[in-house]
Every structure is written in structure tokens, then in C-alpha cells.
T-cell receptor, first 112, second 114 residues
Framework: EAQVTQNPRYLITVTGKKLTVTCSQNMNHEYMSWYRQDPGLGLRQIYYSMNVEVTDKGDVPEGYKVSRKEKRNFPLILESPSPNQTSLYFC???????????FGPGTRLTVT | AQSVTQLGSHVSVSEGALVLLRCNYSSSVPPYLFWYVQYPNQGLQLLLKYTSAATLVKGINGFEAEFKKSETSFHLTKPSAHMSDAAEYFCAVSVGDSSYKLIFGSGTRLLVRP
């Protein structure tokens, strides 16, 4: 089954404790992206990757890091989480700008 | 800069009534336009997309949208609402073949009254 998986689905952590949210896709897509969803703001792009070792900032990259060492994986790293990073995070992948983006199930992060 | 505006953060309709969710975009290049739906506690799934072919686009679950360049609109409609249509709907624009960036509107939550 074609899918994007994210782990963990739920995470509660404390300010400053480094964490990683994993994302994996099994569709051989070149393009992957991370979004955060906040009420009233829709989804905003954090980082994206157009291929292995090629990443770039989206609209809200501050406080986040990413890496793309393998085509299928695109982890999101929060080196020092803060409460304003409490949000719902989605990973997505696609083949081209005119095609559907496939979204993971989401990771709900709470930073206290 | 490209942007998407969805009018109405909440829309409430009776079961069987027409559903109309509004989306206006701004783009300096011909856009690719999408409607995604998010059911409670789930990720987003594609309803339909416009990629410069037919201006009237049909999607899943009886939804359709019409691309109107003169009005820079891509409104989503469904003739008869069903209780299962209750969800949040997002309009999004992709800004050209060389950019994979997807810009989302703020979303419209559809409530369906019995």
C-alpha cells in the first residue's frame, strides 16, 4: 500500500529536550515536505527536499532542522523545542508540482 | 507572491442542501489548484485538482470545482450535502512546474445539520 508514515503520532515533551519526528514514504517520490498546522492558519511549509541531500527552507523554518540522506526518509529535528512549536505536524511527498501530495497521518506535538 | 484566501472559517448547511466553499487565489503565473479534505484526527486527502485542462473539475464524493481565471476563484461545490461531508476543507495553490511549494488557505470547517 502506497503511504507516508510518521512516528510518533503523539508526543509530549519539555522545553529544550531535543526530539526527532520520522517520516518515510514507499512511493519513490523525489519531493518531500514538512508542514505545521495551527488553528486559523492552515498548513505552513517548514522545510522541503527535492531529492537526496537537497533541502531548502519553507515559510516557517526557524527552530527546525531536516536531513535527506535516503530518498524514502525525511526526518524533522527540533534541537531545542519551545512551547510555540506546539502544533500538528504533517509530512508529505509527491512526484511533481501538478500532482497530488500524499500526506502522513500527522504528529501532534506538545511542548511544555 | 502567491496566496490563497478562503472566505468563511465555518460553513453550516443542512443535510441535502448545496455546499459552496469559496477559494480565491493570487498568482503571477498559471497556477495549479487543489482542494484537500481533512476528516477529524486524520491527515489530508485530495478531493480534486486543476492543472490547466478542463476548467470544471470533478473530484471524489460528488464534489466539483470551477476554475475562473477572470475572478481568480476556484470554489468547491456539492449539490447535496451528506452528514459524512463534515470535515475541514483546504484550498491550495502550487506555483509552477519548477516549484513544489504548496500554499494553503486557512481552511473552512463544514458543519452538516441533520
Amino acid at each position: 500500500e502506497a503511504q507516508v508514515t510518521q512516528n510518533p503520532r503523539y508526543l509530549i515533551t519539555v522545553t529544550g529536550k531535543k526530539l526527532t519526528v520520522t517520516c518515510s514514504q514507499n512511493m519513490n517520490h523525489e519531493y518531500m515536505s514538512w508542514y505545521r498546522q495551527d488553528p486559523g492558519l492552515g498548513l505552513r511549509q517548514i522545510y522541503y527536499s527535492m531529492n537526496v541531500e537537497v533541502t531548502d527552507k519553507g515559510d516557517v523554518p526557524e527552530g527546525y532542522k531536516v536531513s535527506r540522506k535516503e530518498k524514502r526518509n525525511f526526518p524533522l529535528i527540533l534541537e531545542s523545542p519551545s512551547p510555540n512549536q506546539t502544533s500538528l505536524y504533517f509530512c508529505a511527498s509527491t512526484t511533481s508540482a501538478r500532482e497530488e501530495q500524499y500526506f502522513g497521518p500527522g504528529t501532534r506535538l506538545t511542548v511544555t | 507572491a502567491q496566496s490563497v484566501t478562503q472566505l468563511g472559517s465555518h460553513v453550516s448547511v443542512s443535510e441535502g442542501a448545496l455546499v459552496l466553499l469559496r477559494c480565491n487565489y493570487s498568482s503571477s503565473v498559471p497556477p495549479y489548484l487543489f482542494w484537500y479534505v481533512q476528516y477529524p484526527n486524520q491527515g489530508l486527502q485530495l478531493l480534486l485538482k486543476y492543472t490547466s485542462a478542463a476548467t470544471l473539475v470533478k473530484g471524489i464524493n460528488g464534489f466539483e470545482a470551477e476554475f475562473k481565471k477572470s475572478e481568480t476563484s476556484f470554489h468547491l461545490t456539492k449539490p447535496s450535502a451528506h452528514m459524512s461531508d463534515a470535515a475541514e476543507y483546504f484550498c491550495a495553490v502550487s506555483v509552477g512546474d519548477s516549484s513544489y511549494k504548496l500554499i494553503f488557505g486557512s481552511g473552512t470547517r463544514l458543519l452538516v445539520r441533520p
